[in-house]
């Protein structure tokens, strides 16, 4: 039987991913679930307008974007209880910078970009930057042949029905490759 | 070491969703990892220009999102390989409809939304759909105490690094919860 729950986003799990920013000379993180992918460079972080992390990225036009493993989850989850206008957050990571003067990157992260900001959506309750990367830098230990193997990322997945944290499980077919086995 | 990779969108893995429509009077659905959350109940859905898909959707203002459990890939990544415009897929799946006429969802799939179109970004390669779900349908059986338990949905995931396709791992800790054992 089909329920209908009403208006309801069920387009979750997404991808948690650490927002580095500078805000008033402090480099400051965010955790963020509401992310998107726009075209195949640009992606969208999406951030309610009471964030303090937005001012420094509207007057900065920069960020960046970390990929934590799911062995920092204490701290992803942190960042996100508690405002960089109240606490200093500067130093529960600790950070690198490549290009880009106003978008800290986080070490111990395995996977991180350095964003320039191309617009912004300017939603009822929301600021959504998009962004696109200009370098993307990760740990030599999570490469298999030149490219991030995820198996070794082990990022983690935000789930709004039940608030839980999810583990990224195993990597079971081909994309663009199983489907030929299809008949009707 | 950190190896930058230069510019890779490593905003991945995403959860794969089966986009239905009607296009010239017939159902389709097309495999669609670019996804994003725009707002609370706002989304995003990012498809390159030359899909078939697109002219259903800007003349009826209308598309659903399907999560298809693990056990759909076939299926799921066959809709991804081959064009409405050459193939019906229409008989891929069995379809349902809710309130609106030209949103067809998927009976098998989980969850289901029926969206209304609210904007569409106009991106180089891209049109990029900003949708409201009007109604959220899932089977009973993936429901615990009345929300959607991803445990029971089986969400699939893309990689694009790889090009695999990646099962959900386990539940590991509670958002807005396990943050406040940190201790710097």
Redesign the interface.
């Known amino acids: 039987?089909?329920?209908?729950?009403?208006?309801?986003?069920?387009?979750?799990?997404?991808?948690i991913?650490l927002v580095g920013t500078v805000v008033d000379g402090k480099i400051n993180y965010i955790n963020i679930?509401?992310?998107?992918?726009?075209?195949?460079?640009?992606?969208?972080i999406?951030m309610g307008k009471i964030h303090h992390s937005n001012k420094g990225i509207k007057e900065n036009k920069t960020l960046s974007?970390n990929?934590p493993s799911?062995d920092m989850?204490?701290?992803?989850?942190?960042?996100?209880?508690v405002s960089g206008a109240m606490v200093d957050k500067s130093?529960?990571f600790e950070s690198?910078f490549?290009e880009l003067k106003n978008a800290p990157m986080i070490?111990n992260a395995p996977?991180s970009?350095e964003c320039e900001v191309i617009d912004i959506?300017n939603?009822?309750?929301?600021d959504?930057f998009l962004v696109?990367?200009?370098?993307?830098?990760?740990?030599?230990e999570v490469?298999?042949d030149g490219?991030?193997?995820?198996a070794k990322v082990k990022?983690?997945?935000?789930?709004m029905?039940?608030?839980?944290?999810?583990?990224?499980?195993?990597?079971?077919?081909?994309?663009?490759?199983?489907?030929?086995?299809?008949t009707?």
């Open positions: 039987m089909k329920k209908n729950l009403g208006p309801v986003n069920a387009l979750y799990p997404t991808p991913v679930a509401h992310i998107g992918i726009i075209d195949m460079n640009t992606m969208s999406s974007i990929l799911d989850v204490v701290e992803a989850d942190y960042v996100g209880l130093q529960v690198f490549g070490k996977v970009m959506l939603m009822p309750n929301h959504v696109k990367a200009k370098n993307t830098y990760c740990n030599e490469l298999t490219r991030i193997d995820l990022p983690m997945f935000f789930d029905h039940q608030r839980k944290y999810w583990k990224l499980g195993e990597a079971f077919a081909k994309c663009w490759s199983i489907g030929r086995s299809y009707k």
